[in-house]
């Protein structure tokens, strides 16, 4: 176990942790002010990723496919509000669910038909596709750079826009209280299609960012869903603040845990039992996580409820 | 916020109570002469696709337990069949087949695995209950695909089917249709039992409203955790079922995508009835075998289905025909 090496998982660690919190940033805001559970929203990355896969071909540079998936997403986002969601907000959760399971199913399925089930794969821009020299003799991809930066400036601007604006102020106040917010004279409706069209986009510039990394594929949103749902059930529903903090700790904790696991299983068993054990107590490490944390503060590290 | 049958009150008062009680008679009776229209009409494949029914009915109707008398949404309930199926499986690898062995550690390992977790799980409530089950049914689905003596992600192949006291009973197609027939209808007698009795009523109690059931003195957690570990069992023997019946076990027994279709199943029957987790489960999976035959991308068709269900037919098809035969007694 070296230095160099736990640096670099510590990087990819950080750069899983920016991904996830791009995605549940969107999901929790979507969670705590409207009260409603999108499953769908790891279709969006997909989808994201795949516009930008179409876009690039069409126009042949990133940042050009960058903005057009973006526009595309944030379109595909309100329309789905518009033909789906809005009519299952006074629903319980089991109707959000299974309606936006459905979209999963339906869109998982029309990517294959538009595209193909063969993985497709996005280039890096050519300005950031070499590596930086970390320390002496070991290397790093540019682009894992650009993806923590970027995502640490989408993180600064979301703080700033939710604390500062009034916009912000509004979802801050929807997460506490939304019929409260509605009963004082603001357009909730409004305000939810803003906060979706704005989830949808952060989770399609998330699917954009890591489409090099990454083969673009057909149920690629799918597990990155379940952990950015891990992300803002520990950071506590509807809080920014907590799905950040919570994403860079599962993201840490999943990469280095795969790192290291059996090594550090060796030190206390022989190791062939440690290759098998460790793999599996290594995926299982953020569920216990959850759990730990659930069941010491049932909402979350930082619930932005005041229930 | 209530996940209980939604059109409940005006269906119970209506007049509906004999539809209620003969529909599951009609169910079971139709389920009982599949076997012999399969033999008229020729058609094995028939049998095959109904003992599917059966089997992922008895996990529905566990899931109806919990969800529609318990208001608990469980997300990661396909875990309890992936247990149960994953005992068999591995038991069967050490050469272990008989059923008096695998069918009771299947119903032990799902049921402890619904202790540990449902001690966790049930300190939370509404959308962080449907978030950590899930989250535990994804852990048991990462522990089974990393099982590399076991498979691992490829699943795990089962030589010989269960043995009763050495008789080879499940070798035949319609004596194992039979079985999974009377452990279906066991498992729905057990459960319009224990939905019937001081149990049951202490249960629903706590979905209508938990805080005044502690007040009069109940335990509420206490009874919730017995009923989320009575489901989980029930969970293991549709995994011990399915083992059986696949000869194959896979760590996609636990994928997410088959809690959510569980939760489907019961509520396109219709939630909080038991007899309508089995209506759902047979609609669900014969409209699959339906739609698949009729093109390669069938799922283009049915995700939206499933949204149309959602949006318009409230309470499932047991809330859509009370509608109906109430409209129609009306003119």
Redesign the interface.
Known sequence: MSTALLLVQTLNGLQLGVLLFLIAAGLTLV?GVM?F?N?AHGVQYMLGAYLAVTFYAMTDSFFLALTLALAAALVVGLVLEFV?FR??YD?????H???T??????????V??VWGAAPLSLPIPDALAGSVVLMPGLLYPVWRLVIIGSGLVVALLLYCLVSYTRVGMLVRAGATNAPMVSALGVDIRRLFMIVFGFGAMLAAFAGVMIAPILSVEPGMG?TIL?LA??V??IGG?GSIRGAFVAALLIGLVDTLGRSFAVDILRLVMAPSPAR?VG??IA??LI??L??VV??VR???LFPAKGR | MLYGPAPASPAETAGSVPARAVAPVVIFLAFALVPLAAAVAAETYLLSLFTRVMIFAIAALALDLVVGYGALVSFGHAAFVGLGAYAVGILAAHGINEVLVSLPVALAVAAAFAFVTGIVCLRTKGVYFIMITLAFGQMAYFTASSLAPYGGDDGLTIRLRNTLLGLDVLRNERAFYYVAFTCLLGAYLLCRALVASRFGRVFRGARENPTRMEAIGFEVYRYQLAGYVISGALGGLSGFLLANATEFVSPAYMSWQRSGELIIMVIFGGLGTLYGAIIGTAAFLLVEEWLSGLTEHWKVIFGPLLVLVVVFARGGLIGVAERLTRRLRRD
């Open positions: 969670f009260d559970i499953l789906v009519h299952l629903r319980d959760h089991l109707d669910v299974i309606a399971f459905g979209i999963i199913i339906f869109l998982n399925q029309g294959k038909l799918d379940i749902f891990v803002i059930v529903i098998t793999p599996a995926s299982m569920y216990l959850m759990a659930l069941y049932p909402t979350g």
